[in-house]
């Protein structure tokens, strides 16, 4: 019997052992989530798993592991731009260990895997617009030393994320508002800063008795726009494109154009450097003087696809949205759009809003029909 089950086994492959072996020691693993136990997802509960984690284990293994998860819980507990959360990860790290001693180790990147978590971290940091303090330089100057990485990575950042946090010339608050208007008010404003004189109006689409999606509009036009608006030809259609999303930080608004025909350049002999004969200058358009436009193109709204005459952002994006906006505007001051024939250019609106036939639309098809 025993000389039978000798054979048996001296016959039988070593790698069916070895499967037969990790076949039987995989289906005990059991994989942990600390993060995933928690009922309120909030920076209270973050931190208690991170003391958790600490006070498990005096060597504290597997800490480069549970940096990578915590980093990547922390959207969902909405803890990423807290440094005091970043500040308790770090800490995580064992002290003095991963410090070199000489200059061959301080050049071969002395314990690469724990550099790399730690230079994740920053760039985490700097990708939410955390600014570290002395404090971080501190513990990595107590974790890693003076000649590790991730503390060189911490002075290029402590240099120039102070430079660019206040370079922008749109103003954004530090926690951007959870209303989708005041976003789209924000967008906006930095959509139109390039003429200063534009003015930025709020309109509900239930002024329009015939607009079927109610919601908001938010529309931005200038006195020069109204002008370049009534200097467009009845003949040619005014062109609604988009959407185009604007960025406000991870924030999204979609916003649309009114887009208009370009006047056409007049060719002109004059020698420029000519001062024998200085006509008087006609005014600013809209403003002071003549109300007629120049010849030239010189208004930053009248670009080489066409002129914008008006941008909105509205609640749905819809086409229905859209109809009651060149409404809203021909009703604030743009009687010139009760003339001239808009065209739509979005592919398909976002919600299923239906849109109905004009009459005069209807009349035309029954007699084309006949």
Aim: hydrophobic fraction near 35%; charge should be negative; aromatic fraction near 8%.
């Amino acid at each position: 019997m025993a000389a039978k089950i000798l054979r048996t086994l001296l016959r039988t492959k070593p790698t069916n052992l070895m499967m037969k072996r990790f076949e039987s020691t995989e289906k005990r693993v059991v994989t942990f989530d600390p993060f995933g136990n928690k009922p309120q997802k909030n920076k209270k509960s973050y931190l208690e798993v991170i003391k958790m984690f600490e006070g498990r284990d005096i060597r504290r293994r597997g800490h480069v592991e549970f940096i990578y998860a915590a980093l990547s819980k922390m959207r969902e507990f909405g803890v990423q731009k807290d440094l005091e959360v970043y500040k308790a990860l770090i800490d995580v790290l064992p002290k003095g260990k991963f410090i070199p001693t000489n200059i061959f180790q301080a050049e071969f990147m002395h314990y690469p895997k724990q550099q790399q978590c730690a230079v994740d971290l920053l760039e985490q940091m700097e990708d939410n617009g955390v600014i570290p303090d002395s404090e971080v330089e501190q513990m990595l100057l107590n974790i890693f030393g003076r000649r590790g990485i991730p503390l060189r990575k911490f002075w290029r950042m402590l240099y120039w994320m102070p430079k660019f946090k206040n370079l922008s010339p749109w103003y954004l608050p530090s926690e951007l508002p959870n209303d989708t208007l005041e976003l789209a008010k924000l967008a906006i404003q930095r959509i139109t800063s390039v003429d200063p004189g534009t003015a930025v109006d709020v309109w509900q689409t239930e002024e329009i008795e015939a607009s079927l999606d109610k919601t908001w509009i938010v529309s931005a036009q200038s006195e020069i726009q109204k002008v370049l608006l009534e200097e467009q030809p009845p003949e040619e259609p005014l062109v609604i494109k988009g959407p185009f999303d604007v960025y406000l930080r991870d924030q999204v608004v979609t916003y649309f154009t009114l887009l208009g025909k370009t006047r056409q350049e007049v060719e002109d002999d004059k020698d420029p450097d000519d001062v024998s004969n200085i006509e008087k200058p006609p005014g600013i358009p809209g403003y002071l003087g003549s109300t007629k436009l120049p010849s030239v193109k010189c208004t930053v709204h009248e670009q080489d696809d066409g002129t914008i005459v008006a941008v909105c952002a509205t609640g749905t994006s819809s086409r229905d949205s859209l109809l009651s906006w060149i409404r809203l505007l021909e009703k604030n001051g743009n009687q010139v759009l009760s003339k001239i024939p808009v065209i739509f250019t979005l592919t398909a609106p976002p919600s299923d809003i239906a849109t109905q036939e004009t009459q005069i639309a209807t009349d035309e098809k029954s007699s084309v029909n006949q």
